[in-house]
């Protein structure tokens, strides 16, 4: 915060400008709230920006959209590549003219009477609800994995991947059974002169190759309403597989590409090691082992539970009634941290502030 920071009022502060931010914003808006975007990334698009150059979504189009707008096929793709999503989001902060302030971090949110104060590397924001939709891809998780200072070669997260010729000629440990871990194992396996390892904690569990994202949607909705109405868990989306089997992972598996090795106990100086003592060299190992949500501005609040969620009744946090928390997994709304999952948490957390709010 600077030292001439300016404190600004407002009704309700978004922090961040990624889908759920502005799936929030459409809400607000249609609730004629005063309200304020304040995004970290000096462009539009989230974190769409900076993901690997193949990525593309689990769903078409139309099926892959924020509430108001439907996002428009990408000639030649039936599912988008993350360009045209970060395109889309651009087109949908502008078309509904979405205020939103940028680059702009927030540091701290605090407690002040009545208000909540949300403090940023330019001004104060002093705000009568917040809804914290930062996501987790700000904070890969890397695991305590021993050795892991020994190894000499590179280390990088999901995050930190972008293309197969960065490693030509490399050994390459990808470490991870989720999506991003097939997705970036089969990425590297099918461009010659790179010698992938892909390891997993258990058997890969690919879902069927004719599910999507929208029957990932349906499930994660199931399995909310259930919980919600005290009838059994039905799993949700992990009862149906870890790996979605989108067109290049699906080629990179029938060609018998895509073979997983057993986790590994340590990493050694030169590579890594299993624990009956069998070795393989590396050059480079890629962490694919997932995110945590992304809340150091809410420490503050000393709101903080178990995993390092914030214990929430729908979006609202149970701490603070003025807090609602987007966009992080099922456990801030069913298939929230997705472009085609956020928009009802969105509404149901607009409608709650406005009813805080007395509108």
């Known amino acids: 915060m600077r030292p001439d920071a300016v404190t600004r009022q407002t009704d309700v502060v978004v922090i961040g400008g990624g889908q759920a931010g502005l799936a929030a914003g459409y809400h607000l808006r249609r609730k004629k709230l005063d309200f304020v975007i304040l995004d970290a990334q000096g462009t539009p698009g989230g974190a769409w920006q900076h ?13 892959s ?3 108001g707008r439907i996002m428009p096929a990408q000639p030649g793709h039936e599912y988008p590549d993350a360009g045209h999503v970060v395109e889309y989001l651009s087109d949908y902060e502008q078309r509904y003219e979405l205020p939103v302030h940028r ?27 917040v809804v914290s939709a930062t996501g987790t891809w700000w904070r890969p998780f890397l695991p305590a994995t021993p050795g892991r200072n020994d190894f000499a070669g590179r280390q990088l997260h999901t995050t930190g991947y972008r293309r197969p010729s960065d490693f030509a000629g490399q050994r390459v440990v990808v470490v991870g059974g989720g999506n991003s871990g097939a997705q970036i ?51 949700g989306v992990a009862s149906l597989g870890d790996i979605v089997a989108v067109p290049p992972v699906r080629e990179a598996r ?16 030169d590579g890594i090691e299993w624990a009956d003592g069998t070795r393989a ?8 082992t997932g995110f945590r949500p992304a809340l150091y501005h809410l420490a ?3 709101l903080r539970g178990p995993r390092g969620h ?6 609202r946090a149970a701490g603070e009634p003025r807090l609602h928390l987007l966009g992080y997994g099922d456990w801030t709304g069913p298939a929230s941290a997705t472009l085609i999952g956020v928009g009802r948490p969105a509404r149901d957390a607009a409608a709650e502030i406005a009813e805080l709010l007395g509108r």
């Open 51 to 63: 993901t690997w150059d193949s990525l593309h979504l689990f769903s078409p189009a139309a099926f």
């Open 103 to 129: 680059p702009v971090r927030v540091q701290q949110v605090r407690r002040a009477g009545d208000r909540l104060r949300v403090e940023t590397d330019k001004d104060i924001w002093s705000a009568r609800a």
């Open 65 to 67: 959209s924020l509430p």
């Open 185 to 235: 194992a089969a990425d590297l396996a099918t461009h010659d002169g790179i010698d992938p390892t892909w390891v997993t904690q258990r058997p890969p569990r690919f879902l069927a190759d004719d599910i999507d994202g929208r029957a990932l949607f349906d499930a994660a909705t199931a399995r909310r309403r259930a919980l919600d109405e005290g009838r059994t868990d039905t799993g």
């Open 281 to 288: 060299a590396a050059d480079a190992v890629i962490w694919c």
């Open 310 to 315: 914030i214990p929430t009744h729908g979006t």
């Open 254 to 269: 029938d060609a018998g590409l895509l073979k997983a090795s057993p986790m590994f106990t340590r990493l050694t100086a």
């Open 300 to 302: 503050a609040l000393g």
